[in-house]
């Protein structure tokens, strides 16, 4: 999470590789995402990021995937500890919630 996060925040690369690339990862530490939480929660937020550019039926957009995962990459490095401590607070599932309104509306969380 935390290296996804960073990667996001230097804008060196497109963001879509990033999220699928960080969602993999995770995947590696666990044999289905719903075997650990917060690992899990954060593959499923992480590809869903990555839907914002390639799903079917979503808004195909590289802009939105950039200014989504950029925003919850801040949102994650400003919480205080380390990534089990910033998930058990709740920050990866509030994210989901948040993508699930961007996807639709566009707008992102104030």
């Not at 995402?33 to 899990?40: I, Q, R, W």
């Not at 954060?42 to 869903?48: F, G």
């Not at 919850?72 to 309104?101: C, V, Y």
Request: with cysteine.
């Amino acid at each position: 999470m935390d290296e996804g996060a960073a990667r996001v925040l230097t804008h060196l690369e497109r963001t879509y590789d990033i999220a699928l690339e960080t969602g993999s990862k995770l995947t590696d530490l666990v044999a289905t995402p719903d075997e650990a939480f917060p690992t899990g929660a954060a593959i499923v937020l992480w590809m869903e990021i990555s839907d914002l550019v390639d799903a079917p039926r979503g808004p195909m957009s590289d802009e939105m995937c950039e200014k989504f995962a950029t925003a919850f990459s801040l949102a994650w490095q400003a919480l205080p500890g380390d990534a089990d401590d910033r998930a058990e607070l709740g920050l990866i599932r509030r994210w989901q919630k948040h993508l699930r309104r961007y996807w639709r509306k566009g707008k992102l969380p104030a």
